[in-house]
């Protein structure tokens, strides 16, 4: 099985423009993602729509596409990037996981945590999940929670506390159910990743502006596998800031 690590890099953002380039103790961003993905695979590349994003990549040795700036969403430039990666290579894909550009600490053995649920034949699609400790993160719409099947499918992803504990306090709720916390790295078959680039916003997306939302609405299977590791993502320069703090 041949997995293709893809990790999306725009040098536009509106809460944190040039987020990729800058430098953490000596690395930028983006170096420190990509050397914490090839841990864990054998064929990373990073996919941007800036020159200047590009020429450090290939600077540091790594592997890099050029791919269009008016992409709607990260999964479609994760699949022009697939494309161009193959041709660069002379490979072709099996599976393909869309790593977080902006988690510089991210922990290789979530990523061959992810892969290895493409063991099993029947897996579609596959993302990681936390069990919640906190209450806090229960009451936060930005932690989005999730919840399962007995096989570890996911049924569905909501900004709103799921499940609703009926007839219990809100602050027991923990001692009656466990809550998961959804961590947002996906892995796709090649196949079902292009199949998810055709797909329209349904209902329920547009309502919780949340992608994986259209691909449950549209039938396809989400696997999950449960981790106890959360790394921490920049978002902000007070996110940078606080990082720095840290480590």
Known sequence: MITFGIIPARYASTRFPGKPLVSIHGKTMIQRVYEQTKLALNHVCVATDDQRIFE??????????????????????????????EAQNHLKADVVINVQGDEPFIDPEQIRQLNELFAEPET??????????????????????VVISKKGDALYFSRSCIPFIRGTEKEKWMEKATFYHHIGMYGYRKNVLFELCDLTKGTL??????????????????????????????????????LLKNI
């Open 124 to 145: 579609e699609i596959a993302t990681l999940i936390k069990p919640i400790t906190e209450w806090e993160a229960l009451e936060n719409p930005n932690k989005v929670k």
């Open 56 to 85: 450090h990549v290939i600077s540091f040795g790594g592997q890099v596409v050029m791919t269009r700036e008016n992409h709607p969403s990260g999964t479609d430039r994760c699949a022009e990037a697939v494309l161009k990666f």
């Open 205 to 242: 997306e547009m309502a919780e502006s949340l992608e994986q939302l259209r691909w449950l609405e549209n039938g396809y299977k989400i696997n999950t596998a449960i981790t106890q590791i959360e790394g921490l993502s920049v978002d902000t320069p007070e996110d940078l800031e606080h």
